[in-house]
């Protein structure tokens, strides 16, 4: 085995080359001021360059390729197979990258590979999906993003972090910004919902909060902006699937959240498994080189999703594993994640002139660029450390602030009778649903760093208050307790316990009904064509009402669900997603009043399936109003409304609040200033999220009927009001063009401003 001081001759060897200069892709000497000038390190630029002089066209391929976890690395050597294959790889330094290793122990003696048994020592970087919390679990992102609140949301990212790092990962596969208004996709729990403004302030904050000042820290991680692009408008809902949508809605809505991650600075982006326009994503140069690496000259580096790649044989698009890893190396895609076709083809397309060398040396610059902004080469184990992982995992510190997230992650959907906020003392409460004492499926379904078993269940958030009597029936249990994470769900239909929770509701002064979805019917995989609550869940809900009126709904899910029958009938429902770690603690302090929900819808609730995609920001059509009772020829369902059941933006406190006195001002020149009065009218201290909304009257491409570009959340005392000002500018006003030319055009506006994205507060301006 050989030593460290094989690591440090390579170093060494790296820096005494810097002297040969910077260069570029086609190998020429470049001027240290154009690094600067593009916000490189020059001396990063320099080591990075002159390592790259050292290597082998085989060991720059190695950079790309990424290999998940194969064996336990503190055990035996695999000796046979493909694991014997990866081991010899690795060993060879053509293993770039690792995910699914996890543990300062495990990923130290990785780590020791990479760096002293190979020719020169470059480390690894450990990825993992670090979604929404590694061991200690904030909400699910749909979750946080309903809070509004971005620095709640980038401190999330910040202990996530840090958690992460404490236990030998330094790059997280996070955040998702894909924006998605079908909520059949299953994965629309791991975005921000449907509206690119919010989705592009929550993309900066996650972010900075992963990343924070200084990527070198030994408590931050690497971001990755994920899935570029259009991952999110699936047809029909179905994972994977094709997308196709036009020039203006790429530009206007799927590509936002993506600038904004790029331009706060995250270091990878991640390609998409869908097609866009005829051409699998990890094969799209548009995408990939014109406009990432291109228009907005992002300088970290591109990974393909699990297998991406070589899935382009199945889209159609490449004949076999070869010509798919050419398409995807000429498109950009910097790194192979487990298809493993670059590692077996890209060296002999280089030398057949299929590939570009300059293209090999631009992906592996990329590559070597993040390691050494996160210090990996100044100290390869500097994120292993076993005492430091032992102190930070699972914290006060992490605790308190994932329980903070979740708190501000639950919106009041309904609150009639008053039934909330719970007195706290002289109540006999019956806790209802298999969702109330579960430990796991608060959890969220990107939990993979989590162990099952450690969120704070329902019940036990309840039980911390002393003064009421509870009493817990768990009724039918709609789906299997032992879900893997690769099976289908099983749902049961036994409605045994069914009689029992009808009983308990009888004798009860308030219910609480746990119901909604288990973690496993939302995430990766887990499309679905019925968005109800299943049929069993209903049939309980239905019958604990006949027996007791006094119910409160709190709704576990991890997407829009149609509840038309519990809107209409049940009088308080509480959407709480999958809240994490300390989702029964979060839920109980809101629901005894100890804290006031504030959050507010991320995306459209529709009334039906049918009504799907269903979102706020959408455009007029030549037809859009009943021109007269009874009409038909008008844009509309025979059967349903055009309404949704809670419209974006929408969420109730345990107090109220009143606008008035919209005001518009400073008009000039691509600007104006618009203020607005909001006063606490209820009883008790709240938060409001106030929402500004604009319309572009008329444009050279049609506007939606509203767009957010505005909001602000606002505590305030019972009874205090405050004047909320916001600024619009050509940033707000414009949009862009179908060339993908962003403009501002002169002429009519509406505003909007209120507490949902249906306000009727509205005012008008005009620009030249």
């Known amino acids: 085995m050989k030593t460290r001081l094989n690591y440090v001759w390579g170093y060494a060897l790296a820096v005494l080359f810097c002297a040969c200069g910077n260069t570029n892709d086609t190998g020429k000497s470049a001027d240290t001021n154009v690094a600067s000038q593009q916000g490189l390190n020059p001396d990063i630029e320099r080591k990075v360059d002159s390592l790259l002089s050292l290597m082998t066209l085989e060991e720059k391929i190695g ?51 990479a760096v002293e048994e190979t020719r020169l020592g470059i480390p690894l970087i450990i990825g993992f999906d670090v979604v929404h919390g590694y061991k200690t679990v904030s909400p699910i992102p749909l979750g946080e993003a309903a809070s509004w609140d971005l620095e709640a949301i980038q401190r999330s990212a910040e202990v996530a972090a840090k958690e992460a790092a404490a236990s030998g990962i330094n790059w997280t596969f996070a955040p998702m910004v894909d924006i998605s208004r079908d909520a059949r996709w299953g994965r629309v729990m791991e975005g921000a919902g449907e509206d690119p403004f919010l989705g592009s302030k929550i993309a900066t904050a996650r972010v900075q909060g992963f990343q924070g000042n200084d990527l070198s820290s030994n408590s931050t991680i690497a971001a990755c902006a994920k899935h570029f692009a259009a991952y999110g408008f699936p047809e029909s809902g179905k994972d994977y699937n094709t997308a196709d949508l036009g020039t203006s809605t790429l530009y ?38 014109q406009i990432l690496k291109g228009d907005w000259n992002f300088n970290g580096f591109v990974v393909s999703d699990w297998g991406s790649i070589g899935e382009m044989i199945a889209h159609g698009y490449a004949k076999d594993g070869k010509v798919a890893a050419k398409i995807a190396a000429n498109a950009g895609s910097d790194m192979d994640m487990e298809s493993h076709l ?20 631009d992906a592996t610059r990329r ?208 959407e709480t997603w999958h809240l994490g770690t300390q989702s029964g603690n979060a839920i109980a302090q809101v629901l005894y009043g100890d804290y006031n929900p504030s959050g507010k819808l991320p995306m459209t609730f529709p009334r039906s399936v049918g009504q799907v995609p269903i979102y706020y920001n959408h455009k ?49 020149k691509n600007r104006a200033t618009i203020s607005v009065t909001v006063t606490n009218t209820g009883a008790y201290s709240g938060k409001e999220v106030v929402q500004l909304y604009i319309q572009d009257i008329f444009a050279s491409v049609t506007r939606p009927v509203k767009e957010l570009k505005g909001f602000e959340m606002v505590p305030l005392e019972s009874g205090a009001s405050k004047t909320v000002t916001f600024s619009l500018t050509e940033k707000e006003l414009g949009f862009y063009d179908n ?30």
């Open 63 to 113: 950079q790309m390729n990424q290999y998940t976890g194969f064996w336990e690395v503190t055990g035996p050597t695999p000796s046979e197979g493909n694991q014997a294959l990866k081991y010899e790889h690795l060993k060879k330094g053509w293993v770039g990258s690792m995910l699914n290793v996890t543990g300062a122990k495990e990923v130290t003696a990785l780590q020791k590979i």
């Open 252 to 289: 206007n809505v799927v590509l936002p959240p993506f600038k904004a991650a790029n331009d706060a600075g995250a270091r990878t982006f991640m390609n998409s498994f869908n097609e866009l326009n005829g051409i699998p994503a990890t094969g799209d140069s548009f995408l990939q080189r």
């Open 342 to 361: 670059y590692v077996e083809h890209l060296s002999q397309l280089v030398k057949d002139g299929a590939v570009k060398e300059a293209y090999i040396d």
């Open 367 to 574: 590559i070597l660029r993040v390691k050494y902004e996160l210090g990996l080469f100044e100290d390869p184990y500097k994120y292993s450390n076993e005492t430091n992982e032992a102190n930070v995992v699972g914290s006060t510190e992490i605790q308190e602030a994932v329980l903070d997230m979740a708190k501000k992650s639950i919106v009041l959907l309904k609150n009639e009778k008053q039934l909330l906020p719970l007195q706290k003392e002289g109540l006999n409460i019956a806790v209802i649903g298999a969702l109330a004492n579960d430990k796991t499926s608060p959890l969220g379904n990107w939990r993979l760093g989590a162990k099952n078993g450690t969120a704070v269940s329902l019940l036990e958030g309840l039980q911390a208050y002393e003064g009421n009597t509870i009493t817990y029936v768990q009724g039918p249990n709609f789906v299997e307790n032992d879900i893997a994470f690769s099976r289908q769900l099983e749902f049961n239909t036994s409605k045994k316990g069914l009689e029992e929770a009808v009983s308990a509701a009888k004798n009860a002064d308030v219910v609480l009904m746990a119901l909604g979805e288990h973690a496993m019917q939302t995430g990766e995989g887990r499309s679905q064509a019925n968005i109800e609550m299943d049929p069993l869940q209903q049939e309980l809900l239905e019958a604990v009402y006949n027996a007791n009126s006094n119910v409160v709904l709190v709704l576990s899910n991890g997407r829009p669900l149609a509840i038309n029958w519990a809107n209409e009938n049940i009088p308080a429902i509480l």
């Open 620 to 668: 007029s059509s030549g037809r859009p109003n009943e021109p007269s009772p009874g009409e038909v020829f008008w844009s509309h369902y025979t059967d349903e409304s055009n309404t949704p059941l809670y419209p974006f933006g929408y969420g109730l406190s345990y107090t109220s609040f009143e606008y008035n006195n919209l005001q518009v001002s400073n008009i000039g």
């Open 739 to 768: 060339q993908g030319k962003y403009i501002v055009e002169p002429g009519g506006f509406k505003v909007f401003v209120g507490g949902s994205s249906t306000t009727d507060l509205e005012s008008k301006f005009t620009i030249n």
